[in-house]
């Protein structure tokens, strides 16, 4: 099997390949272990310590779960300020 053929084995592999144009990037891309994540919006797979995420080829990138979960809550907490903030401003008008 030639190497343009080859499975991706690793995320890292697979992130190559989308980016490579070998491997189309979609909803159904394979994980490499560990649980699905809660939140899995922008995220294209994983494995146990690791989400692959991005917008599209050009800009995904690799990183902990950890990293991903803590940008999630704060986009939650920025999101829930700016609602607070449209409500005081509506009570006021």
């Known amino acids: 099997m030639s190497k343009a053929a080859t499975k991706p084995a690793t995320l890292a592999e697979?992130?190559?390949?989308v980016?490579?144009?070998?491997?189309?990037l979609t909803?159904?891309?394979?994980?490499?272990?560990?649980?699905?994540?809660d939140c899995t919006a922008g995220v294209w797979s994983w494995d146990?310590?690791?989400l692959?995420?991005?917008?599209?080829?050009?800009?995904l990138e690799?990183?902990?779960?950890?990293h991903h979960a803590a940008?999630?809550?704060?986009?939650?907490?920025?999101?829930m300020h700016e609602d607070r903030e449209l409500a005081e401003?509506?009570?006021w008008s």
Not at 14 to 17: E, H, K, P, R, S
Not at 27 to 37: A, N, Q, S, T
Not at 71 to 78: C, F, P, R, S, V
């Open 14 to 17: 697979l992130m190559d390949a």
């Open 19 to 24: 980016q490579d144009g070998r491997v189309e």
């Open 27 to 37: 909803d159904e891309m394979d994980d490499f272990g560990g649980e699905e994540p």
């Open 48 to 50: 146990e310590g690791h």
């Open 52 to 59: 692959l995420v991005g917008t599209h080829a050009g800009d």
């Open 62 to 66: 690799i990183v902990a779960r950890e």
């Open 71 to 79: 940008e999630i809550l704060q986009h939650h907490a920025e999101a």
């Open 89 to 91: 401003k509506a009570e």
